[in-house]
């Protein structure tokens, strides 16, 4: 394991999207996210199936990093339980990996 993480978020809008980037990035709690659009999300809600058209937002960060920007994230996002989904890269390029750990060390 590498101690950074890819974080997944669905979002409403590109605005929405935007701002969570943004905010996330100025605060040095990510040092790249990816806006994704066309998403197509289906899910239960409240007892019943739901559809939304969402953008997935990509977010890389470190492990020691994730509550605050679970916080940060919940903070922005207009949804009351937002997906925000941590999974560990295991393996990266030594390059991109350090350049994630260096910029992240600037917080």
Known sequence: MTGFLVVLVTA??????????KALL???LAVCVNILPGVTSFFIWKGKIEKANELLLVIKT????F???EKEIKTNH????PEVIALSIAEGSKDYLGWLGSELSKK
């Open 78 to 81: 207009s949804y009351s339980v």
């Open 62 to 65: 470190q492990k020691k990093l």
């Open 67 to 69: 509550k605050e920007l």
């Open 26 to 28: 100025k605060k040095r």
């Open 12 to 21: 409403t809008s590109k605005a929405e999207a935007q701002k969570i980037s």
